[in-house]
């Protein structure tokens, strides 16, 4: 991929979790409510290398896969 192409992914990445961390700081909510993104992808990785993720992961890819196939068809028969 070209950077032209990269930089406005990167950038609004970036701007989300700056505001995502601002929103933590300034609004006081408790982490339950509202944790920070470093703490966020803390528990990601930890729940990646636990192997606790990979089953969660398969089973929303293959919803997301089956809605995607079912979805504009089931959309049609509901529209008649």
Known sequence: MK???I???VAALVVFVVAWQLA???GGLQ???LPPPL???ERFV???AEGTIQPHLATTLQR???AS???PSSACWRAT
């Open 69 to 71: 196939r079912s979805g």
């Open 31 to 33: 982490k339950s409510i």
């Open 3 to 5: 950077a032209r192409t």
């Open 7 to 9: 930089l406005p992914v």
């Open 39 to 41: 703490l966020v992808a």
């Open 46 to 48: 930890e729940a990646f």
């Open 64 to 66: 997301s896969q089956s």
């Open 24 to 26: 933590v700081v300034l």
